[in-house]
């Protein structure tokens, strides 16, 4: 489970949850049917927090019944008995966040497979082009602009600019956009762009190729970087700061 999704239960299960008594479908109708009119503060403030809430319970949207969801705040707001004690109420939130938890386990580990399997259909194809050289790690790479500078070693601290990207081109990192070149040491990077800049002379631009093993691995980088993806690195190394 995400964290949005889990903030999402904190906030709203305890309201939703309180009292479960759905609508009929005459109540449900009728309440769609409604026009709503903004014509006062109330009014608007009612419909922002409405669509607040919309918001908190879009990560499990599919999990929920939103008649059912409103029949609760309604019976919450009007001070009624809830149909669920605070037992009840704490063992469902956790039956459901457990089983959020599961279904967010098993739809990653479909994507960490799939991943894998693609980035390796992709390397061993990108692999067999000319121009490219695999290392003994999986690495690919090709050189973009050649140079004879030095080369870092591996506890270096570099300066450069590049552009990380995932397989189908969306970019997470890019220097050139901020217009700001990134300097760090190589002993902190991910193992195949560490092993790929060392490669390089200062002054020379390389294209990478990062397996999955060589880059984030199974677990990626929630939200940015999905599991197992291989990656794209156009790096260009700038100099040696140390």
Known sequence: MNRVAHACLIVLLPAALVACQPKSGNEA???DAAP?????????TSYMVGLDLAKQVAPVRDEVDIDTVVAALRAAHA????LLDE???EQIRKDFVRQLQD????????LAKKNLERGRDFLAGNGAKQGIVTTASGLQYQVVRDAHGAKPAADATVRVNYVGAALDGKEFENTYAIDHPSEFPLNQVMPGLRE????????SKYRFWIPAAQGYGEHGVPGQIEP??????????????G
């Open 87 to 89: 037992t009840q109420v």
């Open 36 to 44: 709503v009119r903004l014509d006062d503060a109330r009014a608007r």
């Open 79 to 82: 001070g009624k008995k809830p």
């Open 29 to 31: 109708a009728s309440s």
């Open 228 to 241: 197992n993806a291989t990656l794209v690195f156009d790096v260009e190394l700038l100099e040696i700061a």
């Open 196 to 203: 790929g800049m060392m490669l390089m002379p200062t002054g």
């Open 103 to 110: 279904k967010r386990k098993a739809e990653q580990s479909a």
